[in-house]
């Protein structure tokens, strides 16, 4: 088994050109976190995309992320928006909890390097949200593109602001509202982004206005439907969440040209392959598993991102303040706990053709960490059981890792590691 582990990996520092040779020429390449609040996966996986954009060509990037948020960013990484402002102050504008997800240090810098590389290269490199959540944001986004470019067509946004309305902007209201009334706004939703899909059009000054309109009219309609489906079944909504993003990655592909590389930034349990967890007995889908089938002949490569033990940036309940957690030593037995044996530093590991190894195609634990997270019930979680083979393309493993450094100047709380965790040896 660590036999199998060593054969397998090469120093942390000669990674990104292993992986560049195992890419090869790909068109989607999909690069994972094994939380939204560890340092080391951030920068790493910026650099990775950096050499995909100045070497391989690759054309955008994709977010876990909400649409709105990330299309600013998107305009200001290409010269179009906020010329006067930098990347610090433009995620400042990030409100939605966990900010820290986004507007933390690591991604700033990877912005800043986009902006002057767009501006020194002639290029257009865009970076995109993929996400679900923005209802308000995105239909208020709707109400004021129609009223401004197309006013004789506002009566649909009318309707859907009217019948969202009554729930204040609170999703969870929305959702547990759907139990008495089950089609609740469906009807607006749908005739809004039939409307916008109709009406929007290329405008002069914004080559991307009609991306932006219809996008966020989809965001309408997915959001209308995940919130419905959240009371309903925990399942589906997961469900209607990732085939969202899915589809909003090829809206994006589609709309940049024929053959458009994309770079995918999200947590592992989306970009890793639900195949080969017990998400498929779930009857779950995710990103990962939904884009190789849709384009395995582009060409799929799936990284995946974890570590041994460290620190990391996460809440100790929904919307509460960012906290600075330990993160214990991985479990025996678990994938995390073999690297650790069996290599000891930060190395990738890129699978190649035959997974047949006794690492590679065994079922063990492999961490995932929220925004959500208490180190001490992490055994009783935060474990996923996966084929590593099947789950992943490679994978990039650090022994130590360190915690996100959040913008938003919120008190972080650091929470010390007690003796009394039995696996934090």
């Not at 094994?34 to 920068?43: I, V």
């Not at 330990?326 to 073999?338: D, F, I, M, N, Y």
């Not at 099947?390 to 650090?398: C, E, G, I, Q």
């Amino acid at each position: 088994m660590l036999e199998d582990i060593r054969r397998l990996a090469v120093p942390i520092d000669d990674g990104i050109d292993t992986l560049l040779e195992a890419i090869g020429d790909a068109r989607f390449v999909l690069l994972g976190e094994a939380s939204h609040g560890t340092s080391d996966y951030y920068t790493y996986r910026a650099e990775i995309t950096k050499r995909l954009i100045t070497e391989r060509g690759f054309d955008f990037v994709a977010v876990e992320g909400d649409w709105p948020d990330c299309f600013w960013i998107n305009l200001w990484v290409k010269g179009r928006a906020d010329a006067r402002r930098n990347a610090h102050e433009v995620l400042g504008d990030f409100e939605r909890w966990p900010t820290w997800m986004w507007a933390n240090e690591e991604v700033a810098s990877f912005l800043e390097w986009l902006r002057l590389h767009n501006a020194s290269s002639g290029n257009r490199v865009g970076f995109y949200g993929l996400d679900v959540y923005s209802l308000w944001d995105s239909l208020y986004v709707v109400f004021e593109y129609l009223r401004e470019h197309h006013p004789g067509h506002l009566d649909t946004a009318r309707s859907a602001v009217r019948c969202f309305e009554p729930y204040a902007e609170d999703p969870q209201r929305y959702a547990w509202a759907t139990r008495m009334l089950p089609d609740a706004c469906v009807d607006e939703v749908v005739s809004l982004l039939a409307d916008v899909r109709g009406r929007a059009g290329t405008l002069d000054g914004e080559p991307e206005a009609e991306l932006d309109a219809v996008q966020n009219a989809e965001v309408v309609a997915g959001a209308e439907r995940y919130y419905r489906a959240l009371v309903g079944s925990d399942d589906q909504s997961w469900n209607v969440r990732d085939i969202h993003m899915t589809d909003t990655l090829d809206r994006l592909v589609a709309h940049d040209s024929p053959d458009a590389k994309a770079v995918v930034w999200e947590h592992n349990t989306h970009i890793g392959d639900a195949r080969a967890t017990p998400m498929r007995g779930a009857g779950l889908v995710n990103v990962g598993q939904l884009v190789r089938e849709r384009h395995a002949r582009d060409g799929v490569f799936l990284c995946g991102f974890g570590g041994h033990r460290g620190s990391v940036i996460a809440s100790d309940a929904w919307g509460s303040d960012a906290t600075r957690f330990p993160v214990p030593s991985a479990q025996a037995g678990t994938h995390e706990a073999l690297l650790h044996e069996g290599l000891g530093v930060p190395s990738v590991l890129v699978f190649g053709r035959d997974r047949s190894g006794p690492w590679l195609s065994s079922t063990r634990g492999h961490r995932a960490i929220g925004v959500v997270y208490d180190p001490g019930a992490e055994r009783y979680g935060n474990w996923v059981p996966t084929i590593m083979g099947k789950r992943y393309d490679a994978f990039v493993y650090f022994d130590q890792t360190s915690a996100l450094h959040p913008l938003h100047g919120e008190p972080i709380a650091y929470r010390a590691e007690k003796e009394t965790y039995p696996w934090a040896v």
